[in-house]
């Protein structure tokens, strides 16, 4: 069973910038891809930015150029830091993680509330 823990979420205008931090109970090198997604009230759960084993990122056309993923095997952990945030932006942000075994299985985290003000 793989944990994942987020942490970083928080209050902040229009504009500011965080960094959300995903840290793994296991090897990350065996999770691929893993990344970030976020649930707005009322709105169903979007994909946000995801990184491969290899470092191939992707990136929802909403937060292309603002928002950056990043991993560090070292420390088991995957971050996500949020730049020229908008009100819009806000919302829960789930880290998500993928390990194939002989089946597809997706781990979760328990989500980092992101509010942003106008």
């Known amino acids: 069973q793989v944990q994942l823990v987020e942490s970083g979420g928080g209050l902040v205008q229009a504009g500011g910038s965080l960094r959300l931090s995903c840290a793994a109970s296991?090897?990350?090198?065996?999770?691929?891809?893993m990344g970030w997604y976020r649930q707005a009230p009322g709105k169903q759960r979007e994909l946000v930015a995801t990184i491969t084993r290899s470092e191939d990122t992707n990136y929802a056309d909403s937060v292309k150029g603002r928002f950056t993923i990043s991993r560090d095997n070292a420390k088991d952990t995957v971050y996500l830091q949020m730049n020229s945030l908008r009100p819009e932006d806000t919302a829960i942000y789930y880290c998500n993680a993928k390990l194939i075994l002989n089946r597809l299985i997706d781990y979760w985290g328990q989500g980092t509330q992101v509010t942003v003000s106008s």
């Open positions: 296991t090897s990350i090198f065996m999770l691929n891809p």
